[in-house]
T-cell receptor
Framework: QKEVEQDPGPLSVPEGAIVSLNCTYS??????FMWYRQYSRKGPELLMY????GNKEDGRFTAQVDKSSKYISLFIRDSQPSDSATYLC???????????FGKGNQVVVIP | SAVISQKPSRDICQRGTSLTIQCQVD?????MFWYRQQPGQSLTLIAT?????????ESGFVIDKFPISRPNLTFSTLTVSNMSPEDSSIYLC??????????????FGPGTRLTVL
């Protein structure tokens, strides 16, 4: 079983729709959960950062962490064509000095 | 935040040759990281480079294949040695957020797209 599982998609949605992305993981030591956004031919940029379980909201973006289910989600409300990118989940914890990434989920928002 | 540049942005190389990738940061950082991003695969950490010490390599990556230099707090290089087509990938450097005590908040460079023929 891979440490972090993320369905690579791609996912196409019409403009204005809600985008729902998720990752599952196997390492119960993970405590820090992140979502990165990567535009084509660019490096990933940190989008959301959450510690432990719970929700975090930032504008149109909401990150959820359910540690009991080892499941994290990212929701994008009122999606825009500029949200078209690959979204990677990442996580860390347990004293291990590294981030474990999912494969990334390509999202296309159609005008 | 940190602004990171990488050189070259892309290259096409012949089998058996080596390529050195440069990573420059606009502020001093303790830890720099080198990743590989292959099509359809997770972003994979190659090694962690601290200034003044040997790089720490992840399982499956060795210094002979991926030598790393870290001469100061704003610069690092990764060399891909004796390349084969399997080394074709995007190579990214990243740094910890200089304003954060957490290595989880990393800033990435734009990447170097390497094709080995």
């Amino acid at each position: 079983q891979k440490e972090v599982e993320q369905d690579p998609g791609p996912l196409s949605v019409p403009e204005g729709a809600i985008v729902s992305l998720n990752c599952t993981y196997s390492n119960s030591a993970f405590q820090y959960f992140m979502w990165y956004r990567q535009y084509s031919r660019k490096g990933p940029e940190l989008l959301m950062y959450t510690y432990s379980s719970g929700n975090k909201e930032d504008g149109r973006f909401t990150a959820q962490v359910d540690k009991s289910s080892k499941y994290i989600s990212l929701f994008i409300r009122d999606s825009q064509p500029s949200d078209s990118a690959t979204y990677l989940c990442a996580m860390s914890g347990g004293g291990n000095n590294r981030l474990a990434f999912g494969k990334g989920n390509q999202v296309v928002v159609i005008p | 935040s940190a602004v990171i540049s990488q050189k070259p942005s892309r290259d096409i190389c012949q089998r058996g040759t080596s390529l050195t990738i440069q990573c420059q940061v606009d502020s001093q950082v303790t830890m720099m990281f080198w990743y590989r991003q292959q099509p359809g695969q997770s972003l994979t950490l190659i090694a962690t480079a601290n200034q003044g010490s040997e790089a720490t390599y992840e399982s499956g990556f060795v210094i002979d294949k991926f030598p790393i230099s870290r001469p100061n707090l704003t610069f690092s290089t990764l060399t891909v040695s004796n390349m084969s087509p399997e080394d074709s990938s995007i190579y990214l450097c990243s740094v910890e957020d200089p304003g954060s005590s957490s290595y989880n908040e990393q800033f990435f460079g734009p990447g170097t797209r390497l094709t080995v023929l």
